[in-house]
Structures are given as structure tokens and as C-alpha cells.
């Protein structure tokens, strides 16, 4: 290294590393956020909720008709999995959270049956609503589709609210390398001059300070990518319960994060050295 | 150089319309008194300095006709005593000396050797490796001396090279130089020193105010209409 002793530079690596504690803690709160919408996202896929209204007239003891009609057509219907009647306190609790008042206690509830989808198979849902209907007149069939747009829309703007943090860093790190290396050249227009007159080339005197570049970026950008990382294992412990779903998904975007760091503060400086190299004759 | 000017945007006309003409293989001495862009002509010779008016040429080529790469190239080829030496600092002068060779991509055994040899040569074999902080003036310049000529340069620029060194060693030094251009090497020394002006008769360009002003007698092989190599 021909080029030493700049404070400023040395700053460098401890600079980098805070950008890359916070790009890391980002980008890794948006992967948590994306995999819980994912997840709610499958479980809404995975479920059919039936709404059967109650037959007048029945006592509660007895067994409403329609229910047993829809049953069987849901047991022998392809593409479902467990079934299960909700009772009557979960019908209610479940009503009133979706209506948010209590409802009075002679106003017949209707019965409401969970239904798991099949992993495999194709289900056609409408047509599936047609015939249930068909079975237990004005029943209805919910396959989620509000609840996942929701989802789906939440996901994205988790995403681009992500993406955004992200770039917002990478400009801050490619401004801060710039500016610092671009001192540094400032600082070592002696010894640069020495170099010219000794016969060196702009790539020779380039690589010197992409060379320090690189060092103080991979040195700064990995210990602060790993103090992001332990920041965010606060949020979300469950990657230690769950290290083998929860790593695998972690690594990629870690390594993407360090990698655009590193490459950011090295194109910005060698963009910037090379600027001021070549404004010297 | 033709018609050469340079000015600096705070100070214009610090070297104003300079035309001359070093063959290859002289040997010329650059005087003046203080201020009067001695260190500047010399820079525009080492492609320091762009020119603001008029053409230069190295080797027989218009420098502003060169790529960057092949500016690079011209330097190499140059060797240049700083007249405040340019060591760099956190290095040996080993490693200061030995910069232009590395730099070359010479590094072999011969090379380190002759390293060795032209320290000894200058004075400072003892002080391979020493900082330059840990050296006299004298013994910086000396070592700024080694490493203008290590890379046996076709063009030696040296600014006040006996600026700091006693009678004796600044005679040894320009000895060196002489040495240097019987073996083919163009030598321009800038200088105040009016002995060493009367000690060697070489021709001499005389710098008042950026202009030149007077040709010692000895001036024959720098002629003003002359365009040429340098
Ligand atoms: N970078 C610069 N910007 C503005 N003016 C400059 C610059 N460099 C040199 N000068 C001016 O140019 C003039 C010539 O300077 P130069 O160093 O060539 O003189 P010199 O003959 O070498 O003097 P000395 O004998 O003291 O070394 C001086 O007046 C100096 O102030
Ligand atoms: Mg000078």
C-alpha cells in the first residue's frame, strides 16, 4: 500500500459497517414481514370457510338438515381435507369479531364449517359454491379471496418498503465511499504525483485506492451485516427455534445486501478516483 | 516546446511564450531567481502540467495527441528530482528508491541488487531502511537522486538537486549526472547556484518572470526557433 495514514479513510470500514448494520436489519425485517404474510397467505389458501343458514324452526339439541346435507356433499366432493363444524361459542366469537357487536342471544346463528383444502388437487371453487347451495339453500361459500388480496397487497408494499430502505442505504454508502476516497486522492496528490512521474499508469494508482476500498468494505460491510443480523434475531427469535426454514431464507438475502454494499462503495469510489485522476495531466 | 505558456487561473503568465529545443543526449542547466518557473518549466516537461497555450513535444510527439496510457508511458521513460524530494514517507528509502523499478514490474534479484549498489553509490547504503523522516536534507535528496535514475531514464529533470547538500557532495552529484548523460541521458538542471553555473559549461536557459530571458554562450544546442524533441 503506497497510500496510508488518512484518518478520514480509515473511517471508512466503521462508516460502511453502520450502513451495513442498518441495510442488513431492513432488509431482514422486510424477509420476516414477506415470510408472515406468506404464511397467512397459505393458511388462507388452504382453508374454505361455509356458511350454512339455520333451518327454523329446530330446537338446539337437534341435528339442522342443511348441515348434514352440506357435509355430505363437502365428504364427497375431491380436492378437501378435514371438515369440521364450529361450535356454537366459536360460531359466535367468530360473528361478533367480524360484526364487532353482540348479538342477540334469539337471533338464530348460522353454522359455520371449516374446510381444509387438499394439498394436491384441483378444486373448483364456484362450482363447489353452485352445489352447496343447490344442497342447503342460501349457504355460502368464503375461499378467502378478499382476506388474500389483503395479504398479497400487504406483501408488496412490504417488499417495495423494503427495496426502498435498501436503496436509500445503497445511495448513502455510494455517496459516503465517493466522498471519503475522493478526499483521500486529495489528500495524496503528492505521493500520486510521485507515482505519475515513476511511470505509473491511472490503473495502477486506481487500484491502490479500489484496492483500500474493497478491504475497508468487505472488512466494514461483514461485521456490520452480522451485528444487523443479531439486531434482528431480537424481532424475531423464532429463526433460532426454526433455524433450518428460517436460515436458508436469511442467508441469500444477507449475502445480496453485503454484496451490493461492497459493490456500491467500490463502483462510487473507483468512479470518483478516476474522476480526479483524470483532471491531473 | 513552442510557444509555451502556463497559467494558473489565481496567476497568469508564470510561464509566458517559451519556445525551446532540448536535443536528445544534452545536457542544459534551467536558472532564475526565485519564482520564476524554474519548478514550472520542469513540470511541463514531466507531463506535470498541461500547457495553456502553444504545443509541447516529447520524444518527437505532441503530448496532447497522447492517451493517457501513453503520457504514463512517457514518464516512465523520464526520471525527476523533486525540489522538495517527494519521498514518501511511511516507506523505506529502499522502497522509495526501488519504487520505479516495481512499478516497471522489475523485481528480480539483479534488480534488488543494483538497488543496493545505487545506494551505496549515493552514499546511503547504511540507511536502506531508514523512513526518510530519520534522514538529513542532504541525505532525502540524495535518495530522491537514486530514485530518479534507478529506472536509467532517457530524460533526468532534477530541481535544485545541490540545494541541499555541501560543495563537495552537490560536485559528486553533478558528476553522477555527467556520468548519466555520457551514457545517452538528457540531464536539465534547475538551479540557483552561480558556482555551479561557472564550474560546468553547459548550456544555460535563464528564466525571469516565466520568460527566457538570455542564452549563456554555451546555448548553441538550445536554440529559441528550434522545434524539436523537448
Ligand atoms: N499551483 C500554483 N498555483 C498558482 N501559482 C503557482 C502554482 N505553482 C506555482 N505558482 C507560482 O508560479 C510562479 C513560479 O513558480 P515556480 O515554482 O516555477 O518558481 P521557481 O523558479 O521554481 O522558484 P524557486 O527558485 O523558489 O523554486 C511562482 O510565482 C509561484 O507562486
Ligand atoms: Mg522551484
Same mark, same amino acid.
Given at each position: 500500500?503506497?497510500?496510508?495514514?488518512?484518518?478520514?479513510?480509515?473511517? @471508512?470500514?466503521?462508516?460502511?459497517? @453502520?450502513?451495513?448494520?442498518?441495510?442488513?436489519?431492513?432488509?431482514?425485517?422486510?424477509?420476516?414481514?414477506?415470510?408472515?404474510?406468506?404464511?397467512?397467505?397459505?393458511?388462507?389458501? $388452504?382453508?374454505?370457510?361455509? =356458511?350454512?343458514?339455520?333451518? *327454523?324452526?329446530?330446537?338446539?339439541?337437534?341435528?339442522? *338438515?342443511?348441515?348434514?346435507?352440506?357435509?355430505?356433499?363437502?365428504? %364427497?366432493?375431491?380436492?378437501? #381435507?378435514?371438515?369440521?363444524?364450529?361450535?356454537?361459542?366459536?360460531?359466535?366469537?367468530?360473528?361478533?369479531?367480524?360484526?364487532?357487536?353482540?348479538?342477540?342471544?334469539?337471533? *338464530?346463528?348460522?353454522?359455520?364449517?371449516?374446510?381444509?383444502?387438499?394439498?394436491?388437487?384441483?378444486?373448483?371453487?364456484?362450482?363447489?359454491?353452485?352445489?352447496?347451495?343447490?344442497?342447503?339453500?342460501?349457504?355460502?361459500?368464503?375461499?378467502?379471496?378478499?382476506?388474500?388480496?389483503?395479504?398479497?397487497?400487504?406483501?408488496?408494499?412490504?417488499?417495495?418498503?423494503?427495496?426502498?430502505?435498501?436503496?436509500?442505504?445503497?445511495?448513502?454508502?455510494?455517496?459516503?465511499?465517493?466522498?471519503?476516497?475522493?478526499?483521500?486522492?486529495?489528500?495524496?496528490?503528492?505521493?500520486?504525483?510521485?507515482?505519475?512521474v515513476?511511470?505509473?499508469?491511472?490503473?495502477?494508482?486506481? $487500484?491502490? =485506492?479500489?484496492?483500500?476500498?474493497?478491504?475497508?468494505?468487505?472488512?466494514?460491510?461483514?461485521?456490520?451485516?452480522?451485528?444487523?443480523?443479531?439486531?434482528?434475531?431480537?424481532?424475531?427469535?423464532?429463526? @433460532?427455534?426454526?433455524? %433450518?426454514?428460517?436460515?436458508?431464507?436469511?442467508? *441469500?438475502?444477507?449475502?445480496?445486501?453485503?454484496?451490493?454494499?461492497?459493490?456500491?462503495?467500490? #463502483? $462510487?469510489?473507483?468512479? %470518483?478516483?478516476?474522476?480526479?485522476?483524470?483532471?491531473?495531466? | 516546446m513552442?510557444?509555451?505558456?502556463v497559467?494558473?487561473?489565481?496567476?497568469?503568465?508564470i510561464i509566458r511564450?517559451v519556445s525551446l529545443h532540448l536535443p536528445a543526449g544534452s545536457f542544459c542547466f534551467v536558472t532564475g531567481p526565485s519564482g520564476a518557473g524554474k519548478t514550472t518549466l520542469l513540470k511541463l516537461m514531466f507531463?506535470g502540467?498541461?500547457?495553456?497555450?502553444?504545443?509541447?513535444?516529447?520524444?518527437?510527439?505532441?503530448?496532447?495527441?497522447?492517451?493517457?496510457?501513453?503520457?504514463?508511458?512517457?514518464?516512465?521513460?523520464l526520471g525527476v528530482v523533486f525540489q522538495d524530494f517527494r519521498l514518501?514517507?511511511?516507506?523505506?528509502i529502499?522502497?522509495n528508491v526501488?519504487?520505479?523499478?516495481?512499478?516497471?514490474?522489475?523485481?528480480?534479484?539483479?534488480?534488488?541488487?543494483?538497488?543496493?549498489?545505487l545506494l551505496d553509490w549515493v552514499g546511503l547504503g547504511?540507511h536502506?531502511?531508514?523512513?526518510p523522516?530519520?534522514l538529513s536534507g542532504g541525505q532525502k535528496q540524495r535518495a530522491a537522486i537514486a530514485r530518479a535514475v534507478i529506472?536509467r531514464p532517457a530524460v533526468l529533470l532534477a530541481d535544485e538537486p545541490t540545494g541541499n547538500v555541501d560543495d563537495g557532495i552537490g560536485l559528486k552529484l553533478l558528476r553522477l549526472f555527467e556520468e548519466l548523460n555520457k551514457l545517452g541521458t538528457t540531464v536539465v538542471v534547475a538551479t540557483h547556484s552561480e558556482s555551479l553555473l561557472q564550474r560546468f559549461e553547459y548550456p544555460t536557459l535563464r528564466l525571469k518572470q516565466g520568460q527566457l530571458v538570455d542564452r549563456a554562450p554555451a546555448a548553441g544546442a538550445v536554440a529559441e526557433?528550434e522545434?524539436?524533441?523537448l
Amino acid at each position: 500500500m503506497v497510500f496510508r495514514g488518512q484518518s478520514a479513510a480509515l473511517m @471508512l470500514p466503521v462508516i460502511l459497517g @453502520l450502513m451495513a448494520v442498518l441495510a442488513t436489519f431492513f432488509a431482514l425485517q422486510t424477509t420476516q414481514k414477506v415470510f408472515e404474510l406468506q404464511e397467512s397467505i397459505g393458511l388462507a389458501n $388452504s382453508e374454505l370457510t361455509v =356458511f350454512v343458514p339455520s333451518t *327454523p324452526g329446530l330446537t338446539p339439541s337437534d341435528t339442522d *338438515p342443511a348441515v348434514k346435507r352440506a357435509l355430505d356433499l363437502l365428504h %364427497n366432493s375431491a380436492g378437501l #381435507g378435514r371438515i369440521e363444524v364450529l361450535s356454537r361459542e366459536a360460531t359466535r366469537a367468530l360473528i361478533e369479531g367480524t360484526l364487532g357487536s353482540a348479538i342477540q342471544p334469539h337471533v *338464530p346463528l348460522p353454522s359455520i364449517l371449516s374446510v381444509k383444502r387438499a394439498r394436491r388437487g384441483d378444486l373448483d371453487v364456484a362450482a363447489l359454491g353452485v352445489a352447496l347451495d343447490r344442497a342447503a339453500p342460501g349457504s355460502l361459500l368464503d375461499d378467502n379471496a378478499a382476506l388474500r388480496t389483503n395479504l398479497q397487497a400487504a406483501r408488496a408494499a412490504e417488499m417495495a418498503k423494503g427495496a426502498a430502505l435498501l436503496v436509500t442505504v445503497l445511495i448513502v454508502v455510494s455517496i459516503t465511499a465517493a466522498l471519503v476516497i475522493g478526499q483521500s486522492v486529495e489528500m495524496q496528490g503528492e505521493v500520486i504525483d510521485v507515482l505519475y512521474v515513476a511511470g505509473a499508469s491511472d490503473r495502477v494508482i486506481l $487500484s491502490q =485506492f479500489v484496492g483500500f476500498t474493497l478491504r475497508s468494505a468487505l472488512l466494514g460491510v461483514a461485521v456490520g451485516a452480522l451485528g444487523g443480523w443479531t439486531l434482528q434475531l431480537a424481532y424475531w427469535p423464532r429463526v @433460532l427455534s426454526e433455524p %433450518n426454514t428460517l436460515l436458508p431464507l436469511q442467508a *441469500p438475502v444477507m449475502l445480496v445486501v453485503i454484496l451490493l454494499l461492497v459493490l456500491a462503495s467500490v #463502483g $462510487s469510489a473507483r468512479w %470518483n478516483v478516476l474522476r480526479k485522476l483524470k483532471r491531473t495531466f | 516546446m513552442d510557444q509555451v505558456s502556463v497559467d494558473y487561473p489565481s496567476r497568469p503568465g508564470i510561464i509566458r511564450n517559451v519556445s525551446l529545443h532540448l536535443p536528445a543526449g544534452s545536457f542544459c542547466f534551467v536558472t532564475g531567481p526565485s519564482g520564476a518557473g524554474k519548478t514550472t518549466l520542469l513540470k511541463l516537461m514531466f507531463l506535470g502540467l498541461r500547457p495553456t497555450a502553444g504545443t509541447l513535444q516529447v520524444f518527437g510527439r505532441d503530448v496532447a495527441s497522447l492517451s493517457r496510457d501513453q503520457r504514463a508511458y512517457v514518464r516512465s521513460r523520464l526520471g525527476v528530482v523533486f525540489q522538495d524530494f517527494r519521498l514518501i514517507e511511511h516507506m523505506s528509502i529502499y522502497d522509495n528508491v526501488a519504487l520505479p523499478l516495481r512499478l516497471a514490474g522489475k523485481d528480480s534479484q539483479g534488480d534488488r541488487d543494483y538497488v543496493r549498489e545505487l545506494l551505496d553509490w549515493v552514499g546511503l547504503g547504511d540507511h536502506a531502511q531508514a523512513k526518510p523522516e530519520e534522514l538529513s536534507g542532504g541525505q532525502k535528496q540524495r535518495a530522491a537522486i537514486a530514485r530518479a535514475v534507478i529506472n536509467r531514464p532517457a530524460v533526468l529533470l532534477a530541481d535544485e538537486p545541490t540545494g541541499n547538500v555541501d560543495d563537495g557532495i552537490g560536485l559528486k552529484l553533478l558528476r553522477l549526472f555527467e556520468e548519466l548523460n555520457k551514457l545517452g541521458t538528457t540531464v536539465v538542471v534547475a538551479t540557483h547556484s552561480e558556482s555551479l553555473l561557472q564550474r560546468f559549461e553547459y548550456p544555460t536557459l535563464r528564466l525571469k518572470q516565466g520568460q527566457l530571458v538570455d542564452r549563456a554562450p554555451a546555448a548553441g544546442a538550445v536554440a529559441e526557433q528550434e522545434r524539436g524533441a523537448l
